[in-house]
């Protein structure tokens, strides 16, 4: 079975450090999604569990095994590239019955198996195929056919979806976390998307600059995001950020504009704070504050609008339709128990 | 997509190929030339006429002459020496190129470098010592000294590097999780998508050989293990001068390469493996 | 293309330099001594005359020049392969 447990490690080229003690606990069957931008060490960190990349410091288990010193292939895992890299010179067939073949399985219960995967996957008409002769959509199959017939320990995904076209990308998104849903396999997933962080994770892991910032499961992370950057990388469109002070409950953004809050004791601080509000949590209030409108986006089933606080620029949606221009002042507010405050010197949340 | 052709598009058809006959010529006359009568090879050289090029008068007699002598042992050693070459150079340039382009151990710049030197001095160069060395381990008039300076072919092994550098890191990432060792992933993977760059190794170790003359010349003088080259060269003697047998024999020497290029020509363009990857 | 043709220029010197073939086969060196270049030079003293210890020095100076040249050639090469 298929735990994985990443304690304190450490990753350094030379004297550049790029991961800086990283620890998760990934428990057997999980669906964990390594988010963040790019740079910040999250393929790196699969390639490590992989076995691609040495440790440098700390410990990599998988399956109550510490696997620091062990290769690749008897690590007991199976792992899906952004190229898909597949054997360009076999069959599907072959592509996918290879690591059978080399464990010394029979032929007749390789084909078997790929047999099987095949059919979950839908290529069972492919297999004679080379890539070469497959779309996109279908080489990501084979991919995940090759990884799915050694019934491994651990899936590892590096950004799997980022080579399909958008369309593709919805579908296949669902069908990997179908795939998880009915194998059950745990699976470490890297992406610097987060909509498929937000909608294939069982858990989130969101990574910056060698660091973890947060881990939770997608709606934590959405409802209670640790940190500014995490609040601003979770959602979309991304969050507001106003800065301003606080004093005694009383919100004052930096342009003179108060915005009130939900009584609680955050709110009781005082000092300098970034408040946040999510594009979804404005409303239309003629008590509310006033803004100058930048540019509106009719969705049809809602309404995005940019609009200006002072020098800020903020990114509202609502569900109704609204008939203004740019330039027209409009009143907003913010549901008062939706904003989230940070300190504005650690950008770290004030707990409320 | 068709080409118009215009009449300027024709003039520098019939440039390009003129040219092309021109590369051609010598090779032809050397052709018609080794099936003439000993005496007429020189006979209609000047003045320039038409039958410099048309032979009037054909026979076989050379070549029979050239193939009841000597000459077929010393086309025979050439071809062991060179085919041997081949098979246990690309056993191993092949797996010294895969080390140096995918595995990384300490003192591979040194070694890369060395053996980019070990081409660029041409082996002439070094010729009179290694022949020294060799007489010191008793190899003269052997196969093995014959073929031991061919096998390690500094060229051969950059070509592979090069194009196996080419091949896409992901694909051995993968074939590592999929549980393949080093000999492995060379074998089941590097090598099948690497036909056209064994084939050209193949072909520039097999030339090295084919037109090698001044280390047989040193190494293997005597008759029995004389290479074609060697023998073709000592159909001139202080003494005598049999060029229909000369002729003849670089024909042969000249058109047995000719042909395994043409054979393998089809190779280099079948066998660019598209990758399976998604660029 | 310049560079790899002055590496193509420069490769193709030292191989006529290293001429042995035609030398050895077609003129013996001759007539005094005209068509004689180091190779058939260095065949010569050591087979012919039978004297191994100045074919030796000769090879020494002659992998000394090609050495030289192979430098020349690596910057050629370095530089091109910063492109």
């Known amino acids: 079975m298929g735990a994985v447990t990443i304690s304190n490690v450490r990753k350094a080229y030379g004297s550049v450090e790029i991961l800086h003690g990283v620890s998760i606990d990934i428990a057997d069957g999980e669906f964990v999604v390594l988010v963040g931008p790019s740079g910040c060490g999250k393929s790196t960190l699969l390639r490590m569990i992989a076995g691609l990349e040495d440790i440098t410091a700390g410990e990599i288990s998988i399956g109550g095994r510490v696997v620091n010193r062990l290769a690749p292939k008897d690590r007991d895992i199976a792992m899906v590239f952004q190229s898909y890299a597949l054997y360009p010179h076999m069959t599907v067939e072959q592509n996918m019955g290879f690591s059978l073949k080399l464990q010394g399985v029979s032929a007749a219960e390789v084909k078997q198996r790929v047999a099987g995967a095949a059919t979950i996957l839908g290529l069972t008409s492919y297999l004679g195929r080379y890539p070469r002769n497959l779309s996109g959509g279908q080489r990501q199959r084979v991919a995940m056919g090759r990884a799915i017939v050694r019934s491994p320990s651990a899936f590892l995904f590096d950004e799997p979806l980022s080579n399909l076209d958008a369309k593709l990308r919805v579908q296949m998104r669902s069908e990997i976390k179908q795939l998880h849903q009915r194998i059950g396999t745990t699976t470490v997933y890297v992406t610097h998307d987060q909509i498929e962080a937000m909608t294939m994770a069982d858990r989130i892991v969101v990574m910056r600059d060698g660091n973890i910032e947060q881990i939770g499961t997608p709606l934590e992370l959405y409802d209670q995001p640790a940190n500014q950057f995490v609040a601003g990388f979770i959602g979309s469109p991304s969050m507001n950020f106003i800065s301003g002070t606080l004093d005694g409950g009383r919100f004052t953004a930096d342009g003179g504009t108060v915005i009130a809050l939900a009584s609680g004791p955050a709110s009781a601080a005082s000092g300098p704070v970034t408040i946040g509000i999510r594009p979804e949590h404005l409303r239309l209030d003629p008590a509310g504050f006033p803004v100058e409108i930048v540019t509106t986006e009719p969705t049809g089933a809602e309404t995005h609008i940019l609009a200006r606080l002072g020098e800020t620029e903020i990114v509202g949606t609502f569900r109704d339709r609204l008939a203004c221009v740019p330039g027209d002042i409009i009143r907003i507010s913010a549901e008062p128990g939706h904003i989230h405050l940070f300190d504005s010197k650690t950008a770290l949340r004030i707990i409320g | 997509m068709r080409e118009t052709i215009t009449p300027r598009r024709a003039l520098q058809m019939v440039v390009i190929a003129a040219i092309a006959l021109t590369f051609l010529l010598p090779l032809y006359w050397l052709t018609i030339s080794a099936l003439r009568p000993e005496e007429d090879i020189f006979r209609y050289l000047n003045p320039f006429g038409p039958w410099t090029l048309l032979p009037n008068r054909l026979t076989f007699e050379n070549i029979t002459e050239l193939w009841s002598g000597s000459f077929s042992r010393a086309i025979a050693n050439s071809l062991v020496v060179a085919l041997v070459t081949v098979i246990a150079g690309l056993m191993v340039c092949a797996p010294a190129a895969f080390a140096l382009a995918v595995i990384d151990f300490p003192g591979r710049s040194a070694i890369f470098t060395a053996m980019i030197v070990s081409f660029l001095i041409p082996f002439d160069a070094i010729a009179v010592p290694l022949y020294s060395i060799m007489r010191g381990f008793n190899l003269q008039n052997s196969y093995a000294g014959l073929i031991l300076p061919g096998i390690g072919n500094g060229l051969a092994i950059f070509l592979l590097r090069q194009f196996f550098q080419g091949i896409p890191k992901d694909l051995r990432e993968a074939a590592m999780v999929d549980g393949m060792g080093w000999f492995q992933i060379f074998w089941n993977i590097y090598l099948p998508l690497s036909k056209p760059a064994l084939i050209s190794a193949a072909l520039i170790m097999f030339i090295f050989q084919w037109q090698a003359y001044l280390w047989p010349l040193l190494i293997a003088p005597s008759n029995d293990m004389k290479v074609a080259a060697v023998a073709l060269a000592q159909f001139s003697s202080a003494y005598n001068v049999s060029f229909g047998l000369i002729f003849a024999g670089a024909m042969f020497l000249s058109l047995i390469p000719m042909l395994i290029f043409v054979f393998f020509q089809q190779y280099f363009t079948n066998s660019v493996a598209a990758t399976g990857s998604k660029e | ?83």
């Open chain 3, 1 to 83: 293309m310049r560079r790899p043709l002055t590496f193509v220029l420069v490769a193709d010197t030292v191989a006529n330099f290293l001429v042995f073939a035609p030398v050895n086969i077609l003129t013996r060196g001759g007539p005094q001594g005209s068509t004689d270049l180091i190779m058939n030079q260095i065949y010569t003293n050591a087979f012919v005359n039978g004297d191994p210890g100045s074919a030796g020095a000769a090879t020494v100076v002659l992998v000394a020049l090609v050495l030289a040249i192979v430098l020349v050639q690596f910057r050629l090469m370095g530089e091109r392969s910063e492109r």
